[in-house]
């Protein structure tokens, strides 16, 4: 057993209770999704930032706040930020790939955080602040693994550090608490730290 697994908090049976209305949208965070649509989960440093990124994009049906990535079934705010249960703070991202290509939401996501930090962004330190893709299907994986590569290239041209984003199959959200959800609509003035590196990812 790993110091993670001995270490980690026990967590919940039932899920957090959220209204599962985007605040944005007034559409439902929760499944069932109309049939069609598209879910990848992504984790670029401090959610609340992230999240407004994705929400804005057109093509995006809906976005929720939440964690993935770890062990803890469904973790607190606070358990997540005590750097056990091994989730990172993400967003998923529910959207119509007739209206905006997987390419976009990973141009988007690599533009966003500087992905070569490791357990953090910024000031924002820890591993639930580490920058990770969680696809749900073979073609999501296969296109987020070229991104990487694609993107790698572009940041060796311009001298930066090697990309530390983790990429792999998603096995379970969890959504966040309410006030977590669509936090920059509800808090306009709060907090963002996200930082790009200023380097464009040629893809989409």
Known sequence: MSILTRRAPTGRSTPLEISGVHSVSGLSMLPPFAAGLQDIVLGLGCFWGAEQRFWQLPG???TAVGYAGGTTPNPTYQ???GGQTGHAEVVRVI??????ALETLLRTFWEAHDPTQGN?????????????????????QATALRSRETYQQ???KAGRGRITTEIAPLEVFYYAEEYHQQYLDKNP???CGL???GISCPIG
């Not at 959207?95 to 905006?100: E, I, L, R, T």
């Not at 953090?120 to 073609?139: F, M, P, V």
Request: with cysteine; charged share 25%; aromatic share 8%.
């Open 154 to 156: 572009a940041l060796d």
């Open 189 to 191: 003035g709060g907090y």
């Open 79 to 81: 358990e997540t930020c």
């Open 60 to 62: 995006v049906q809906v």
């Open 120 to 140: 953090r962004q910024g000031n924002d330190i820890g591993s639930q602040y580490r920058s990770i893709i969680l696809t749900t299907s073979e073609t999501q």
């Open 195 to 197: 930082r790009g590196t």
């Open 95 to 100: 959207y119509d790939p007739d209206k905006v």
